[in-house]
Nanobody, 125 residues
Framework: QVQLAESGGGLVQAGGSLRLSCAFSGDTFSSYAMGWFRQAPGKEREFVAAITKSGGTTYYADSVKDRFTISRDNAENTVNLQMNSLQPDDTASYYC??????????????????WGKGTLVTVSS
């Protein structure tokens, strides 16, 4: 069974940076497309970024484009999210997700098959 474990969340001031990591186990990592989603209190879970199985293609939500970078290391079974120029609106729990299906440009939470428990990111103004 695939298991995902996020780390790296915390409290940061506006304009600062954080790097989230997700450790994958339970299957062949390179067989899964990976994504990051976030959920703020009282809001629906929303797409942040995704990366194909090979790492050759990435997709981003418009709200994080040019600030966040998703990457993966298929040798270490990890996917990372580098977050720069953080703003208070980025405050949310961030979730790592995986699917063995081909990645599409439009990635919804319902398309993903496996989820981590999340890590909280708080950005103070």
């Amino acid at each position: 069974q695939v298991q995902l474990a996020e780390s790296g969340g915390g409290l940061v001031q506006a304009g600062g940076s954080l790097r989230l990591s997700c450790a994958f186990s339970g299957d062949t990592f390179s067989s899964y497309a990976m994504g990051w989603f976030r959920q703020a209190p009282g809001k629906e879970r929303e797409f942040v970024a995704a990366i194909t199985k090979s790492g050759g293609t990435t997709y981003y939500a418009d709200s994080v484009k040019d600030r966040f970078t998703i990457s993966r290391d298929n040798a270490e079974n990890t996917v990372n999210l580098q977050m720069n120029s953080l703003q208070p609106d980025d405050t949310a729990s961030y979730y790592c997700a995986a699917t063995p299906r081909p990645l599409r440009r439009t990635v919804s939470a319902g398309y993903m098959d496996f989820w981590g428990k999340g890590t909280l990111v708080t950005v103070s103004s």
